[in-house]
T-cell receptor, first 113, second 110 residues
Framework: DTEVTQTPKHLVMGMTNKKSLKCEQH?????MYWYKQKAKKPPELMFV???????INESVPSRFSPECPNSSLLNLHLHALQPEDSALYLC????????????FGSGTRLTVV | TQLLEQSPQFLSIQEGENLTVYCNSS?????LQWYRQEPGEGPVLLVT?????EVKKLKRLTFQFGDARKDSSLHITAAQPGDTGLYLC??????????FGAGTRLTVKP
């Protein structure tokens, strides 16, 4: 298995909703990442988990809450989001440590209404 | 300040033409990656370059890492409509902190 699987593919949520994005990989990668990508822009790093511990938080607002329950799973819990949070949310994984690239999922297209 | 400066931002060419995309920085990197992204999908890794001066070929794509490991280029020979997409260079500031350049949006017209 050489894939990163993200669910759901599309999500529409209201500003008062609570939802979660899920990411799964079975490549034995011990580093996992969340990136946010707005239209016409490159992906921007949000969070990094290394061996299930949060190692980087790029000053992301607390309405985004990451969780790494085990080495194969990564969640992003969403609460009280704003319309400007609408974006493509990408999960990625890599070996740890690595000098090489990451494997990305197809993303979750999030729309906040 | 952007870690990686990528140029050009947009490129529209006819099928069969050649093109080069550049990725520059004032920082030295242990490695640099190139990704291609299609609309609604995640970036797909094309290549990693590690050694200064290294040249890697992937069919009609040629990747070069600068001697000083601060810059890289992607050259496409005889571009085809299937090459259309967003090309992103990426590198790490330190372990696990990978950042992308702004990207080059390539359109190849038949």
């Amino acid at each position: 298995d050489t894939e990163v699987t993200q669910t759901p593919k599309h999500l529409v949520m209201g500003m008062t909703n609570k939802k979660s994005l899920k990411c799964e990989q079975h490549m034995g990668h011990r580093a996992m990442y969340w990136y946010k990508q707005k239209a016409k822009k490159p992906p921007e790093l949000m969070f990094v988990y290394s061996y299930e511990k949060l190692s980087i938080n790029e000053s992301v607002p607390s309405r985004f809450s990451p969780e790494c329950p085990n080495s194969s799973l990564l969640n992003l819990h969403l609460h009280a989001l704003q319309p400007e949070d609408s974006a493509l949310y990408l999960c990625a994984s890599s070996q740890e440590p690595t000098n090489y690239g990451y494997t990305f999922g197809s993303g979750t297209r999030l729309t906040v209404v | 300040t952007q870690l990686l400066e990528q140029s050009p931002q947009f490129l529209s060419i006819q099928e069969g033409e050649n093109l080069t995309v550049y990725c520059n920085s004032s920082s030295v990197f242990s490695s640099l990656q190139w990704y291609r992204q299609e609309p609604g999908e995640g970036p797909v890794l094309l290549v990693t370059v590690v050694t200064g001066g290294e040249v890697k070929k992937l069919k009609r794509l040629t990747f070069q890492f600068g001697d000083a490991r601060k810059d890289s280029s992607l050259h496409i020979t005889a571009a085809q409509p299937g090459d259309t997409g967003l090309y992103l260079c990426a590198a790490r500031r330190n372990n696990n902190d990978m950042r992308f350049g702004a990207g080059t949006r390539l359109t190849v017209k038949p």
